[in-house]
């Protein structure tokens, strides 16, 4: 078991993952009830489907019950600069880390499968399933109870080793694998990610409520934007990496090797008036690839318009006019609000 582990560690380093743990499905027993408190206190706001599946999501054992090893793997995708900076262009677009490039869904599932494919050739009796972030798996508890890091206090994973740029995938198998210890929590006092967040989406260390969180606003939720919400998104178009960006352990982050992380130019610092102008058809050719492409583009425009009022721009005004007569009702809100925003004529 030992041996086949570490060729396995060995066969997950080949493939671009930069650290592997392995725990069992039965590793995270506390997360059902945390899970529980954050549905029945509303947080998760629109995201319904993390109700309907509390049952698998809250115990991966019943996800899969043949499973007998959950082995969870990280690859980084450190950012080349400070995505702080891109706030201090105001009339230009803030996009998260994540989305400046192409859709990490596919590259680490492919990567998994090959990990994977590796596994059954080793043990071909045995099955495995893997999965990134579309099935209802807490990968972020997972992750801990196998040693690869600790939720911080802004509920993302932390590594001693990684920083917190990393994505992770899963691997479920039947094969049994000696699990890794898991990870503790080494905030200490540290408290610059709460600190920072804009809109105030920490109730408490270690909890969220996405409710007020902007990646949930810009991606998630439908609709209107509380409009006492709206001055925190700066120019904030798709998600948010403040928390992330203030972590002192990314000191320790690992460089991505993945060219397919690194930001495509035309996603760094776009102008606000030429995202705000794109059609649906210009806007699925733009994010061709891109887990932005999912938003759609009205809720794309909306986010964009939201940045506009933000900007303190009153050439941008021309812009917002425009879309006074949008079809979509959130992205006229949006328009009329920038426009009051910017106090136009």
């Known amino acids: 078991?030992?041996?086949?582990?570490?060729?396995?560690?060995?066969?997950?380093?080949?493939?671009?993952?930069?650290?592997?743990?392995?725990?069992?499905?039965?590793?995270?027993?506390?997360?059902?009830?945390?899970?529980?408190?954050?549905?029945?206190?509303?947080?998760?706001?629109?995201?319904?489907?993390?109700?309907?599946?509390?049952?698998?999501?809250?115990?991966?054992?019943?996800?899969?019950?043949?499973?007998?090893?959950?082995?969870?793997?990280?690859?980084?995708?450190?950012?080349?600069?400070?995505?702080?900076?891109?706030?201090?262009?105001?009339?230009?677009?803030?996009?998260?880390?994540?989305?400046?490039?192409?859709?990490?869904?596919?590259?680490?599932?492919?990567?998994?499968?090959?990990?994977?494919?590796?596994?059954?050739?080793?043990?071909?009796?045995?099955?495995?399933?893997?999965?990134?972030?579309?099935?209802?798996?807490?990968?972020?508890?997972?992750?801990?109870a196998a040693g690869l890091g600790w939720q911080g206090k802004h509920t993302n994973l932390l590594s001693r080793d990684l920083g917190n740029w990393f994505f992770l995938g899963a691997i479920f198998t039947t094969v049994e694998l000696a699990p890794d210890p898991p990870e503790a929590e080494h905030c200490g006092s540290c408290t610059a990610c709460l600190d920072i967040c804009p809109t105030r989406a920490f109730p408490a260390p270690f909890q969220l409520d996405a409710r007020r969180c902007i990646s949930y606003l810009t991606i998630e939720h439908k609709g209107p934007v509380d409009p006492a919400l709206r001055d925190g998104l700066g120019n904030r178009i798709y998600g948010c990496d403040d928390c992330l960006a203030v972590c002192p352990w990314n000191k320790f982050a690992t460089e991505a090797r993945e060219l397919r992380y690194a930001a495509?130019?035309?996603?760094?610092?776009?102008?606000?008036?030429?995202?705000?102008?794109?059609?649906?058809?210009?806007?699925?050719?733009?994010?061709?690839?891109?887990?932005?492409?999912r938003i759609g583009r009205d809720r794309f425009v909306r986010n964009v318009l939201y940045a506009i009022g933000n900007s303190g721009e009153a050439r941008l005004c021309a812009v917002a006019q425009r879309l006074l007569d949008d079809p979509d009702a959130a992205v006229a809100d949006a328009a009329a609000w920038a426009m009051e925003k910017l106090r136009c004529a």
Not at 265 to 288: H, I, K, W, Y
Request: aromatic share 8%; glycine share 4%.
């Open 264 to 293: 495509r130019p035309e996603f760094l610092c776009a102008p606000l008036e030429t995202l705000a102008m794109l059609d649906d058809a210009e806007f699925r050719a733009m994010f061709s690839g891109s887990p932005i492409k």
């Open 1 to 144: 078991m030992t041996d086949l582990k570490t060729a396995l560690a060995a066969e997950a380093r080949a493939a671009g993952f930069a650290a592997m743990g392995v725990c069992r499905p039965d590793a995270i027993p506390q997360a059902a009830d945390r899970l529980a408190a954050f549905v029945e206190q509303g947080r998760h706001g629109q995201m319904q489907w993390m109700a309907e599946r509390m049952a698998w999501r809250g115990n991966p054992a019943a996800l899969w019950p043949e499973a007998r090893s959950v082995v969870m793997l990280a690859e980084p995708y450190t950012p080349a600069q400070d995505p702080l900076e891109a706030l201090t262009h105001r009339d230009r677009a803030a996009i998260s880390v994540y989305a400046q490039n192409r859709d990490y869904h596919d590259i680490v599932k492919k990567r998994l499968k090959r990990v994977g494919r590796w596994l059954l050739e080793q043990r071909p009796e045995h099955a495995i399933k893997v999965f990134v972030d579309t099935a209802p798996v807490m990968e972020k508890p997972l992750a801990q």
